[in-house]
């Protein structure tokens, strides 16, 4: 169904297109993030929908809640230049970008903690084992 001028695209086309099962597109349509028309029963996508989708997925792989892909993507008809959409994104690209450096810094503790176990366990594994070989 792609090509041309009015470039359309089937559920079909697209979760193959972006690898995601048409269930999850048609959850996104629920959501109001995507609005295909409708061709008798079935659901026609634009080039429109296809960018949206793709959006939406990226959005996704970057930890963005869909209430913040919702925003963003309603910002985009708000002015020419799409500057507050743009302004938007660099605040919640900013904020996961906060949000992940807290999480690094936290896992880095938490493996370091978690090396001194195993290494006073193996120590502790290792003069059990030389008592037993002595007593033996």
């Known amino acids: 169904m ?7 695209h089937s559920i ?11 269930r999850a597109i ?6 109001g993030l995507l609005a295909p028309r409708r061709v008798g029963n079935n659901r026609v996508y634009s080039a ?8 939406i997925l990226r959005g996704k792989r970057l930890g ?3 209430s913040d892909i ?15 959409q743009l302004r938007a994104t660099l605040g919640k690209a900013r904020e996961r970008i906060a949000d992940l450096e807290q999480q690094l810094g936290e896992i880095t503790v938490t493996l370091r903690e978690l090396r ?12 059990r084992e030389q008592a037993k070989e ?3």
């Not at 792609?2 to 359309?8: K, R, S, Y």
């Open 12 to 22: 079909g086309d697209l979760a193959a297109e972006f690898e995601v099962s048409p």
């Open 70 to 84: 919702r925003e963003l993507l309603d910002l985009y008809d708000v002015d020419e230049t799409r500057a507050t």
């Open 64 to 66: 963005f809640a869909l």
């Open 116 to 127: 001194d176990v195993e290494a006073a366990l193996v120590e502790m594994l290792r003069q």
């Open 2 to 8: 792609q090509g041309g001028a009015a470039e359309m």
């Open 134 to 136: 002595r007593t033996s």
């Open 48 to 55: 429109r929908d296809r960018a949206r989708l793709k959006l």
């Open 26 to 31: 048609r959850f996104y349509e629920d959501q």
